[in-house]
C-alpha cells in the first residue's frame, strides 16, 4: 500500500502544470479588460484605497467615484470583496409583522 501511494504522489507532482509569476502576469495582461467602480460610498468602512490579495498578489482600488480597469478575473474578484462589504455595512431591519 505505501508503494502504491508514493508512486501515486510522485506522479501527481511529476504531471502538475508548473506555471511562473511572469507565465500567470502575462496570462492577467491578456485578459479582456474589466471597469469596476471606485465609489467614495466605501470610505467610511475602508478609507480611501482597499487593498486585497488575489492569488497572492496584493490589488488595490482607489474610492475616488472612477472607474478603474482590472483584468476580468481580478475584476471579479474585487467585485465580490465590494459587495461583501456592501452586504456587512447595510442595517438590517427585523419586522416581526406578520403579513394577512
Known amino acids: 500500500m505505501k508503494k502504491s501511494l508514493e508512486k501515486l504522489v510522485k506522479v501527481e507532482v511529476e504531471t502538475a502544470p508548473v506555471h511562473t509569476d511572469a507565465e500567470y502576469i502575462s496570462y492577467l495582461k491578456n ?16 478609507g480611501t484605497t ?6 497572492m498578489m496584493p490589488v488595490s482600488i482607489n474610492f475616488d467615484n472612477q472607474p478603474h480597469e482590472y483584468p476580468e478575473d481580478v475584476a471579479k474578484f474585487l467585485q465580490r470583496k465590494l459587495d461583501a462589504i456592501s452586504n456587512l455595512s447595510v442595517q438590517v431591519k427585523q419586522n416581526n409583522k406578520i403579513n394577512g
Open 31 to 46: 485578459q479582456k479588460k474589466v471597469l469596476v467602480m471606485g465609489s467614495s460610498a466605501y470610505i467610511p468602512f475602508c
Open 50 to 55: 482597499y487593498t486585497a490579495l488575489f492569488n
